[in-house]
């Protein structure tokens, strides 16, 4: 005798006071056997979040009526070897939720039971929803709904016990990329031309400004103005300046002088008044001065690195597309598109604010350890570069110079993308426009929990490529205000003949993927190169170095140097999840095959294809 298991499946957290249905979702009907369930049936909610499992009670064993119990399934996106041995498919598992609880209803006789409404904690928002930045919420028990592979945790493990082996002097720690050259060639770390290096290709690839009184003269800062500061470390405003000179081709920059503004009276006031009027600095005030000034110059541009283009930029940037996109995609072929390149990804988040979080006013960001920066101020600074970044209208800066082999390996990197999701929309276009109003509801909670829009000089700037631009579109958002991200779509139903829909979808996947990977190995594998000596630089610096009574170990004090290089070792050197190497088989062949294409392109710019990674 068919028997039936009926309910709804809701999302947790109602949205603006009315329920949320859980849609598309893989479920499993079981015989609660303490600790042995035993599989009765599987089944599918609708778009409405319900669902009706049709099971024989026989299949709990003889004499055993069944209590009856809910699994709840992700899919997990895995290419597997083709039963042909030829190639790879793609394969659709189905991994149980982690935390998920279901009602059990015991000794179940009637031929329809209904479960009624069951709510599931699936992939909830922390409110609220502007700040700083839109984040997964974690329960109590610190329960999230995908942890880490294996294989990463294991080298994370390696990494820890590295360090410690390097801590005790049982091994020399790692040249980082400045000691190298150092002990190759010394000051070459020290000298002008590797430090417009670093702010084009370094860790922190700074799009550079062209000052309105000649279109000659540029400049990149960093500004402290209306930020809370420790009290502790020193943290001027900064402004650097260049000339670009021809060279045949795209220019040169050439760096001209450095603009120190300090904090003067009380640091922990955020006061723009009490910042002092700037001081020029240029190679003429020689060489010691100089090289002092450029010290406090890379405190900056490492802080700002860390807090807004590898934390904010690549971390956060891309949580607040994973929610929407696995709360909401499905059935939408889109899902194993995107979600592969970000395994893990909320895990690793979390697992940074147990070490560098601090909570405020319900909303979780990060603090910076040996920074001047306080709580508040990493989640102003945060919020100020993540309300300049939108999927729409982005593309990769255009070189600013000739030696930006940063812009030129991402223009190249990107063609990789345009190609592989186009080849990819291609394959699955029925079905990603069948289950488009899965889009619809994604882009739908992508926008309402996106920051606040605050409109940016766009004339400032060499390049505008990468700016989130007062010309794409800025909904109002919970708070009466625009904001940062465009929507996807406005509609739940489309044809073939949608071209700006289609192409909208296919642009905030390739944003994602780019980030998720491209973004994110550049800057945080740069990070021990940058920061691995800390008389080079550091996230803070505690004295005014252009006194010349003031020396390196009083700016950088020996254990916070120390924690500064370990850090950074541990952070750039734990790397999993390549996608050449396709360590966990989520990558796409195409994908491989695409990159595997630009090998030498890339290398040309410095690029190892082989060192991209998820």
Same mark, same amino acid.
């Not at 895995?78 to 039963?83: D, F, P, R």
């Not at 000339?243 to 040169?252: A, C, E, I, N, P």
């Not at 579109?473 to 700006?500: A, F, Q």
């Given at each position: 005798?068919?028997?039936?298991?009926?309910?709804?499946?809701?999302?947790?957290?109602?949205?603006?006071?009315?329920?949320?249905?859980?849609? $598309?979702?893989?479920?499993?009907?079981?015989?609660?056997?303490?600790?042995?369930?035993?599989?009765?049936?599987?089944?599918?909610?609708?778009?409405?979040?319900?669902?009706?499992?049709?099971?024989?009670?026989?299949?709990?064993?003889?004499?055993?009526?069944?209590?009856?119990?809910?699994?709840?399934?992700?899919?997990?996106?895995?290419?597997?070897?083709?039963?042909?041995?030829?190639?790879?498919?793609?394969?659709?598992?189905?991994?149980?939720?982690?935390?998920?609880?279901?009602?059990?209803?015991?000794?179940?006789?009637?031929?329809?039971?209904?479960?009624?409404?069951?709510?599931?904690?699936?992939?909830?928002?922390?409110?609220?929803?502007?700040?700083?930045?839109?984040?997964?919420?974690?329960?109590?028990?610190?329960?999230?709904?995908?942890?880490?592979?294996?294989?990463?945790?294991?080298?994370?493990?390696?990494?820890?016990?590295?360090?410690?082996?390097?801590?005790?002097?049982?091994?020399?720690?790692?040249?980082?990329?400045?000691?190298?050259?150092?002990?190759?060639?010394?000051?070459?770390?020290?000298?002008?031309?590797?430090?417009?290096?670093?702010?084009?290709?370094?860790?922190?690839?700074?799009?550079?400004?062209?000052?309105?009184?000649?279109?000659?003269?540029?400049?990149?800062?960093?500004?402290?103005?209306?930020?809370?500061?420790?009290?502790?470390?020193?943290?001027?405003?900064?402004?650097?300046?260049?000339?670009?000179?021809?060279?045949?081709?795209?220019?040169?920059?050439?760096?001209?002088?450095?603009?120190?503004?300090?904090?003067?009276?009380?640091?922990?006031?955020?006061?723009?008044?009490?910042?002092?009027?700037?001081?020029?600095?240029?190679?003429?005030?020689?060489?010691?001065?100089?090289?002092?000034?450029?010290?406090?110059?890379?405190?900056?541009?490492?802080?700002?690195?860390?807090?807004?283009?590898?934390?904010?930029?690549?971390?956060?940037?891309?949580?607040?597309?994973?929610?929407?996109?696995?709360?909401?995609?499905?059935?939408?072929?889109?899902?194993?598109?995107?979600?592969?390149?970000?395994?893990?990804?909320?895990?690793?988040?979390?697992?940074?604010?147990?070490?560098?979080?601090?909570?405020?006013?319900?909303?979780?960001?990060?603090?910076?350890?040996?920074?001047?920066?306080?709580?508040?101020?990493?989640?102003?600074?945060?919020?100020?570069?993540?309300?300049?970044?939108?999927?729409?209208?982005?593309?990769?800066?255009?070189?600013?110079?000739? $030696?930006?082999?940063?812009?030129?390996?991402?223009?190249?990197?990107?063609?990789?993308?345009?190609?592989?999701?186009?080849?990819?929309?291609?394959?699955?276009?029925?079905?990603?426009?069948?289950?488009?109003?899965?889009?619809?509801?994604?882009?739908?909670?992508?926008?309402?929990?996106?920051?606040?829009?605050?409109?940016?000089?766009?004339?400032?700037?060499?390049?505008?490529?990468?700016?989130?631009?007062?010309?794409?579109?800025?909904?109002?958002?919970?708070?009466?205000?625009?904001?940062?991200?465009?929507?996807?779509?406005?509609?739940?139903?489309?044809?073939?003949?949608?071209?700006?829909?289609?192409? $909208?979808?296919?642009?905030?996947?390739?944003?994602?993927?780019?980030?998720?990977?491209?973004?994110?190995?550049?800057? $945080?594998?740069?990070?021990?190169?940058?920061?691995?000596?800390?008389?080079?630089?550091?996230?803070?610096?505690?004295?005014?170095?252009?006194?010349?009574?003031?020396?390196?170990?009083?700016?950088?004090?020996?254990?916070?140097?120390?924690?500064?290089?370990?850090?950074?070792?541990?952070?750039?050197?734990?790397?999993?999840?390549?996608?050449?190497?396709?360590?966990?088989?989520?990558?796409?062949?195409?994908?491989?095959?695409?990159?595997?294409?630009?090998?030498?392109?890339?290398?040309?710019?410095?690029?190892?294809?082989?060192?991209?990674?998820?």
């Amino acid at each position: 005798m068919t028997s039936y298991a009926t309910g709804r499946l809701l999302f947790e957290k109602d949205v603006n006071g009315v329920a949320k249905p859980v849609h $598309n979702l893989d479920l499993q009907l079981l015989d609660d056997d303490y600790g042995h369930d035993t599989l009765l049936a599987t089944g599918k909610t609708d778009m409405e979040g319900r669902f009706r499992i049709a099971y024989d009670p026989k299949d709990a064993g003889l004499f055993d009526v069944p209590d009856l119990k809910l699994a709840v399934l992700l899919p997990e996106t895995l290419y597997t070897k083709k039963a042909t041995g030829e190639g790879l498919e793609l394969k659709r598992v189905l991994i149980p939720l982690p935390g998920f609880e279901s009602p059990v209803a015991t000794d179940v006789k009637e031929e329809t039971y209904d479960f009624g409404d069951v709510r599931v904690k699936l992939y909830e928002y922390l409110e609220p929803a502007d700040g700083p930045t839109p984040r997964l919420l974690v329960d109590e028990e610190h329960v999230l709904p995908q942890g880490q592979r294996r294989g990463r945790n294991i080298t994370l493990t390696e990494k820890v016990a590295e360090v410690a082996l390097y801590t005790l002097g049982v091994k020399p720690w790692p040249l980082p990329l400045t000691k190298k050259m150092e002990a190759e060639k010394p000051g070459s770390s020290q000298t002008d031309e590797f430090f417009v290096e670093m702010m084009l290709n370094g860790f922190n690839p700074m799009l550079f400004k062209r000052e309105r009184t000649g279109a000659k003269r540029f400049y990149v800062e960093w500004s402290w103005k209306g930020q809370i500061q420790d009290g502790v470390h020193y943290a001027p405003d900064t402004r650097c300046f260049f000339d670009r000179v021809d060279d045949g081709k795209l220019g040169k920059f050439v760096l001209t002088g450095i603009e120190i503004a300090k904090r003067v009276g009380d640091y922990t006031a955020g006061d723009d008044s009490l910042m002092s009027p700037p001081k020029m600095y240029t190679p003429e005030c020689g060489k010691e001065l100089w090289d002092r000034v450029k010290r406090i110059v890379r405190s900056n541009y490492f802080v700002f690195g860390e807090a807004q283009t590898h934390l904010g930029g690549t971390h956060l940037n891309v949580e607040q597309y994973i929610v929407p996109v696995v709360r909401n995609l499905r059935a939408n072929p889109v899902v194993s598109l995107l979600t592969p390149h970000f395994y893990g990804t909320v895990d690793i988040n979390h697992a940074a604010d147990g070490l560098l979080v601090k909570e405020n006013g319900g909303a979780v960001i990060s603090v910076p350890e040996g920074s001047a920066a306080v709580v508040a101020t990493i989640g102003s600074i945060l919020r100020a570069g993540m309300r300049q970044m939108n999927w729409h209208g982005f593309s990769p800066r255009t070189p600013q110079a000739t $030696n930006d082999r940063y812009a030129h390996a991402a223009n190249v990197y990107w063609g990789v993308l345009t190609r592989y999701v186009d080849y990819y929309f291609a394959e699955h276009m029925d079905a990603i426009v069948a289950n488009w109003a899965e889009v619809k509801l994604m882009s739908d909670e992508l926008v309402a929990h996106s920051i606040r829009y605050v409109q940016q000089e766009e004339d400032d700037y060499i390049d505008t490529n990468e700016l989130n631009k007062a010309s794409s579109e800025h909904p109002t958002g919970p708070y009466g205000e625009p904001v940062s991200l465009s929507p996807v779509t406005t509609k739940s139903v489309i044809t073939k003949d949608d071209k700006t829909d289609i192409e $909208n979808l296919k642009q905030m996947c390739r944003y994602v993927i780019y980030f998720a990977t491209w973004q994110h190995s550049w800057v $945080n594998d740069s990070q021990y190169d940058t920061a691995g000596d800390s008389s080079f630089a550091t996230m803070g610096i505690h004295c005014d170095l252009t006194d010349l009574r003031k020396t390196i170990e009083d700016a950088v004090p020996v254990k916070e140097g120390k924690k500064s290089e370990s850090t950074t070792y541990v952070l750039a050197t734990t790397q999993w999840g390549y996608i050449m190497k396709n360590e966990d088989g989520g990558m796409n062949p195409k994908l491989i095959e695409f990159l595997g294409e630009t090998k030498d392109q890339l290398a040309s710019y410095g690029v190892d294809i082989n060192k991209i990674r998820s």
